[in-house]
């Protein structure tokens, strides 16, 4: 478990900051961007919940734990054979996503247009966590492309936003509530 004592080190002081497995690095590092992206993310989150009640809620809560734990991932570097096993997102993690996704799309009214982000407080709330989390998602993949990480990130960042987007929809009356784009109306 974490303890945390003092909240500042000063050890970033310099530019620097460490990762999970104590190596420093830039604050710009491309793993930094992407475990920090994360975070923003969910923070983006936690705004949401503030208009979710009962099992959207509960949905969100459970993706903001999640969402510390990919933090943790991303944070710690891939190693063979390491002293302490880092914990990272899980297969489970994924799935769950995709059930839930499964079990609100079914409800929903077709898209015929793309949905502006509104309809309600929480829905627009959901979209900007949806925005936030697909940058999250490109700054893995950025990652990924320059070093080895948990193929599973990959894919819960990837439907992380979906979720955020089909939960946006199921809170606006399950889609009779979005506001739809109209291509070119104010021409």
């Given at each position: 478990?974490?303890?945390?004592?003092?909240?500042?080190?000063?050890?970033?002081?310099?530019?620097?900051?460490?990762?999970?497995?104590?190596?420093?690095?830039?604050?710009?590092?491309?793993?930094?961007?992407?475990?920090?992206?994360?975070?923003?993310?969910?923070?983006?989150?936690?705004?949401?919940?503030?208009?979710?009640?009962?099992?959207?809620?509960?949905?969100?809560?459970?993706?903001?734990?999640?969402?510390?734990?990919?933090?943790?991932?991303l944070?710690t570097?891939?190693?063979?054979?390491?002293?302490?096993?880092?914990?990272?997102?899980?297969?489970?993690q994924?799935?769950?996503l995709?059930?839930?996704?499964?079990?609100?799309?079914?409800?929903?009214?077709?898209?015929?247009?793309?949905v502006?982000?509104?309809?309600?407080?929480?829905?627009?709330?959901?979209?900007?966590?949806?925005?936030?989390?697909?940058?999250?998602?490109?700054?893995?993949?950025?990652?990924?492309?320059?070093?080895?990480?948990?193929?599973?990130?990959?894919?819960?960042?990837?439907?992380?936003?979906d979720?955020?987007?089909?939960?946006?929809?199921?809170?606006?009356?399950?889609?009779?509530?979005?506001?739809?784009?109209?291509?070119?109306?104010n021409?």
């Amino acid at each position: 478990m974490v303890r945390l004592t003092r909240i500042y080190t000063k050890g970033g002081d310099k530019g620097e900051t460490s990762l999970g497995d104590g190596a420093r690095v830039p604050k710009t590092d491309t793993r930094v961007a992407a475990f920090g992206t994360v975070d923003e993310a969910n923070a983006c989150v936690g705004l949401a919940r503030l208009h979710t009640s009962g099992e959207a809620d509960a949905m969100l809560a459970r993706i903001q734990n999640d969402l510390f734990d990919l933090g943790a991932d991303l944070c710690t570097p891939e190693t063979p054979d390491p002293k302490y096993p880092p914990l990272r997102i899980a297969e489970g993690q994924v799935e769950r996503l995709e059930r839930e996704i499964d079990a609100m799309n079914e409800k929903l009214a077709p898209l015929n247009s793309f949905v502006l982000p509104g309809g309600s407080p929480a829905a627009a709330a959901l979209h900007l966590a949806r925005t936030v989390a697909r940058r999250a998602e490109r700054e893995i993949v950025a990652l990924a492309a320059r070093e080895t990480i948990n193929p599973a990130a990959i894919r819960y960042a990837n439907r992380l936003s979906d979720h955020l987007f089909v939960l946006s929809r199921h809170l606006n009356e399950d889609g009779a509530k979005d506001v739809l784009w109209v291509p070119g109306k104010n021409r």
